[in-house]
């Protein structure tokens, strides 16, 4: 379902199978709050982009940790709406063969261009054949 407004472009900064281990949507506005999640989500070794905040949002959605790797989580649209901007979230499910028995903690991490509104997240389960 996709909500009435305008859609907003975003880009990913960040995605991957070994975020932090629990499950939460977050919506960061300055900088130490983008330190704060790249500590949790990028090796030391890796440098995170920087961010303007004046002119940026950045959105960190973490699924939690999972039995196998047969799970992913993915920011599929954005929509600003009059009063609201709303953020639509893929849970993803991957059934079949092929899935590794390791815990992940599947993430993606977005940006986009500031947004001064409240932010909702609306969560879809997927089911997907691998």
């Given at each position: 379902?996709?909500?009435?407004?305008?859609?907003?472009?975003?880009?990913?900064?960040?995605?991957?199978?070994?975020?932090?281990?629990?499950?939460?949507?977050?919506?960061i506005q300055n900088a130490e709050?983008?330190?704060?999640?790249?500590?949790?989500?990028?090796?030391?070794?890796?440098?995170?982009?920087?961010?303007?905040?004046?002119?940026?949002?950045?959105?960190?959605?973490?699924?939690?940790?999972?039995?196998?790797?047969?799970?992913?989580?993915?920011?599929?649209?954005?929509?600003?709406?009059?009063?609201?901007?709303?953020?639509?979230?893929?849970?993803?499910?991957?059934?079949?063969?092929?899935?590794?028995?390791?815990?992940?903690?599947?993430?993606?991490?977005?940006?986009?261009?500031?947004?001064?509104?409240?932010?909702?997240?609306?969560?879809?389960?997927?089911?997907?054949?691998?």
């Amino acid at each position: 379902m996709t909500s009435i407004g305008f859609r907003i472009n975003f880009q990913t900064i960040g995605k991957g199978l070994w975020g932090p281990c629990e499950a939460g949507y977050h919506v960061i506005q300055n900088a130490e709050e983008w330190d704060e999640i790249c500590r949790k989500c990028f090796p030391p070794d890796v440098v995170p982009p920087e961010i303007n905040f004046s002119n940026t949002t950045v959105i960190a959605v973490f699924m939690g940790e999972c039995p196998t790797s047969g799970f992913d989580v993915e920011v599929k649209e954005i929509t600003d709406t009059i009063f609201r901007v709303v953020v639509k979230v893929a849970w993803i499910t991957y059934a079949g063969k092929g899935v590794a028995q390791a815990f992940t903690s599947p993430f993606h991490i977005i940006k986009v261009q500031k947004i001064n509104k409240p932010i909702t997240f609306q969560t879809v389960w997927e089911i997907e054949d691998c």
